[in-house]
C-alpha cells in the first residue's frame, strides 16, 4: 500500500495542510494519508506551548470527514525530540508491506541538510517536496546537501530524484497556497475570524478551548 506522511506542529492545522495532503495523495494515487502531529519539534520552540493534545484533537478534528486521512499519535507516545528519522523507521517496522512517501514543503528541504540523520531519510522512503510560498525549486539536484549529492539520478523531466535505494525524490509545483500557523495565530490572538483559513470544527475548538489568546 503506498501510503503519505505528512508531520509537523499542526499549531493550528489549517486548509494549506488538508489542500497539500489531498493533492499529493491524489497526484501520486496513494492509499492514504496519516497526519503525524510532533510531540517537541527539534528545529525552533513550540510556539505558545500549546499541549500536544490540543493540536492532536485539531488535528482529529480537520480530517474526521475524508476515510482517506487518519492521525497519529506515535511521536506524542514515545516523546522526547520529534526526530522524522525515528517515525519513518517505526512505521516501517511496523508496517514493512507499505511504501512510505513523506510529504515536506520546499521550505523544509531547503534546510534538510541540517537535520538528524537527514542522509539516512533519503534511503528510508520516498520523499514529496511540495512547492510552498516563496521557497520554489527550480532544480532539485542543485539544492541536495553537498555531501550526498552523488547518491542520485535526476530525471528532469519528472521533476524526480532516484537514490541509490530506489527511493525517489518528487517535486510537486504549482500548491503554494499562502497560508501560515503563526498568521493564524495572530488573528486568534486578536479574536478575528478564522473562516477559510482552517477548517470550521477546528476554529471552533480553538475558540472553545481559548487557545492562542
Known amino acids: 500500500m ?14 494549506a495542510h488538508l489542500r497539500i495532503a489531498e493533492e499529493v495523495r491524489d497526484s501520486l494515487e496513494l492509499a492514504r494519508v496519516v497526519f503525524i502531529p510532533a510531540s517537541s ?7 505558545g506551548e500549546i499541549p500536544f493534545a490540543h493540536r492532536l484533537a485539531m488535528v482529529q478534528l480537520a480530517v474526521q470527514d475524508n ?4 492521525v497519529s499519535d506515535m511521536e506524542g507516545k514515545r516523546g522526547g525530540r ?9 512505521l516501517r517496522n511496523d508496517h514493512p508491506n507499505d511504501e512510505f512517501f513523506f510529504i515536506i514543503g520546499s521550505d523544509s528541504f ?23 510560498p516563496g521557497a520554489a525549486i527550480t532544480d532539485l539536484e542543485t539544492v541536495l546537501p553537498t555531501a550526498i549529492a552523488g547518491e542520485f539520478d ?10 541509490r535505494s ?4 518528487h517535486y510537486l509545483r504549482g500548491i503554494p497556497f499562502d497560508i501560515s500557523s503563526s498568521a493564524i495565530r495572530e488573528q486568534a490572538r486578536q479574536g478575528h475570524s478564522l473562516r477559510y483559513l482552517v477548517p470550521s470544527t477546528v476554529e471552533h475548538y480553538i475558540k472553545e478551548q481559548r487557545l492562542y489568546l
Not at 41 to 47: E, R, T
Not at 82 to 90: G, N
Open 2 to 15: 503506498k501510503v503519505g506522511i505528512i508531520g509537523g506542529t499542526f499549531n493550528p492545522i489549517h486548509l
Open 41 to 47: 519539534p527539534p528545529h525552533k520552540p513550540l510556539a
Open 67 to 70: 476515510p482517506a486521512f487518519s
Open 82 to 90: 520529534s526526530y522524522s528519522i525515528d517515525t519513518l523507521r517505526t
Open 110 to 132: 531547503l534546510e534538510i541538510g541540517s537535520w538528524h540523520e537527514f542522509d539516512a531519510i533519503f534511503a528510508c522512503c520516498n520523499l514529496v517536496v511540495v512547492e510552498r
Open 154 to 163: 535526476y530525471l528532469p523531466e519528472e521533476h524526480r530524484l532516484v537514490h
Open 166 to 169: 530506489g527511493y525517489s525524490v
